[in-house]
C-alpha cells in the first residue's frame, strides 16, 4: 500500500497494491498495524457506515464536536466519489483549507480524515456505495455541518445545484463557527 500525504497535514491518501489476473482482482482493503503505523498513533474504529447515493447528491460538510469527534477512513465501494475534507484545527497553518480528491470503484484510494476536520462528498455516478470506518460513535448532540458551498472555503464541487438534505441546507457560514479543535 502506497501512503501519500495531502496538503492538509494528518490527512492521508491510502492506495492499494491492486493484484489482478484472468479470475479478477484482490487487494488488501485495510490492515491494522499499517494503518496505525501510518498515522502514528493507535486507533480503534468502532462504527461502520454505508451510504447509496444517487448522481450528484452532495453530503456534507459534516463533523462532530468534542468530545465525541470522530475520525474516519472513507471509501467508495461502487460508483465514485469527490471527497472533501476542510481543516477545522485553529491553530493550524492550514486552518480553512480543504483538500479534494477523487474516490471510486475503480482506483479503490482510500482517505484518512482525523478529528479537527470537516468532511464531505459529492456522488459523481448513480447508485455511489460509500463506505466508512469511524473512530467514534454517531452522537447527534454534538454534530455540526458548514455549509457545502461557504464563499471563504472556495470548494469547486464541479456543480451549482447538487442534492442536498434539508439539515445540510439548515447548515454553520465557516466564518461564524468557532472551532474548538
Known sequence: MVIEQTL?????????????DDRGSFFESFNHRAFEEAIGHAV????????????????????QLPPKTQGKLVRVVKGSVLDVAVDLRKNSSTFGK????????????QLWIPPGF??????????TIFNYKCTD???????????WNDPDLEINWGIKSPIISAKDQDSLLFHTFDSPF
Open 44 to 63: 480503534e474504529f468502532v462504527q461502520d457506515n454505508e451510504s447509496v447515493s444517487h448522481l450528484n447528491v452532495l453530503r456534507g460538510l459534516h463533523f
Open 137 to 147: 460513535y454517531y452522537a447527534p448532540e454534538t454534530e455540526c455541518t458548514i455549509q
Open 8 to 20: 492538509l497535514e494528518g490527512v492521508l491518501l491510502f492506495v492499494p497494491r491492486v493484484f489482478s
Open 98 to 109: 480543504h483538500v479534494a480528491v477523487n474516490l471510486s470503484a475503480e482506483n479503490k484510494k
Open 118 to 127: 470537516a468532511h464531505g462528498f459529492l456522488s459523481l455516478e448513480e447508485g
